[in-house]
C-alpha cells in the first residue's frame, strides 16, 4: 500500500519561508509525476505545482501562475522524497496543501495517491 506523508506546515509571517516535505512509502519511487495541491477554506483545490520525470530526459516542472518564481518542486530519490521549497509567502498561499503520486492511465497521467495534507497559515 502507497502511503504519502507530507510534513513542514505551520505559521509564518508574510514573506517568509517554509519547505514542505512528502515522503512516499510502501511501493517503489518509480513512478513518473509527483504533485503538490492546496485548498484554502471554502475554495476548490487547485494545483500548485508538479515534477515529472523519465528514464529519457530531464526532470520538467509546472507551477501554477501564483507561486511562479517563489515556489521550488524538487526531489529526492535516495529518500523517496517530494519538496515543495516556498519563499516570499504571502496570506493568500494560507491553505492545506497536498501530495500526490500520478500514473499514466490510458495515455494520460492520473492522481491516484493522496496525503492527508499539512496546513500552511501565513499571516500579515
Known amino acids: 500500500q502507497v502511503q504519502l506523508v507530507e510534513s513542514g506546515g505551520g505559521l509564518v509571517q508574510a514573506g517568509g519561508s517554509l519547505r514542505l516535505s512528502c515522503a512516499v512509502s510502501?511501493?517503489?519511487?518509480?513512478?513518473?509525476?509527483m504533485g503538490w495541491f492546496r485548498q484554502a477554506p471554502g475554495k476548490e483545490r487547485e494545483i500548485v505545482a508538479r515534477?515529472?520525470?523519465?528514464?529519457?530526459?530531464?526532470?520538467?516542472?509546472y507551477y501554477a501562475d501564483s507561486v511562479k518564481g517563489r515556489f521550488t518542486i524538487s526531489r529526492d530519490n535516495a529518500k523517496n522524497t517530494v519538496y515543495l521549497q516556498m519563499n516570499s509567502l504571502k496570506p493568500e498561499d494560507t491553505a492545506v496543501y497536498y501530495c500526490?503520486?500520478?500514473?499514466?492511465?490510458?495515455?494520460?497521467?492520473?492522481?491516484?495517491?493522496w496525503g492527508k495534507g499539512t496546513q500552511v497559515t501565513v499571516s500579515s
Open positions: 500526490a503520486r500520478a500514473i499514466i492511465k490510458g495515455g494520460a497521467y492520473e492522481y491516484d495517491y
Open positions: 510502501g511501493g517503489t519511487f518509480s513512478w513518473s509525476r
Open positions: 515534477i515529472t520525470w523519465s528514464i529519457s530526459w530531464a526532470p520538467t516542472t
